[in-house]
């Protein structure tokens, strides 16, 4: 402000605070089909998440709907979910992939 060749000025503080932004699906998985009695198959899960505040997820399995067809695991080091499959088995299985951000906000 000026007031008669007079200036003050005043100073103010802007704080802009962290928030832990959600994980997001960037890239959908494709649907695996196989042969009865195949090997165990690998799925490259680099990529399908992303978390904006931090490239470091935990990756489950959060939910199957046929555990005894197909065994699922997350190897969360090299980013791919190993499926091993029953001997003499077919069928369906669904599987849910969750991605949990592992970031605190302080």
Known sequence: ATSGGQAVATF???IV??????????RAV???TVNE???PLEVD????FVDVDSSLEIIS???HSNSELVAAAVDLERQVLVLTFTADASG???LQLTA???????
């Open 61 to 63: 399995v959060s939910e």
């Open 37 to 39: 009695d195949n090997a």
């Open 12 to 14: 103010i503080s802007v």
């Open 30 to 32: 494709a649907a695996v």
């Open 92 to 94: 369906v299985a669904q």
């Open 45 to 48: 899960l680099a990529g399908v």
């Open 100 to 106: 949990t951000s592992v970031d605190t906000i302080l």
């Open 17 to 26: 605070q962290p928030v832990n932004d959600v994980v997001t699906v960037r």
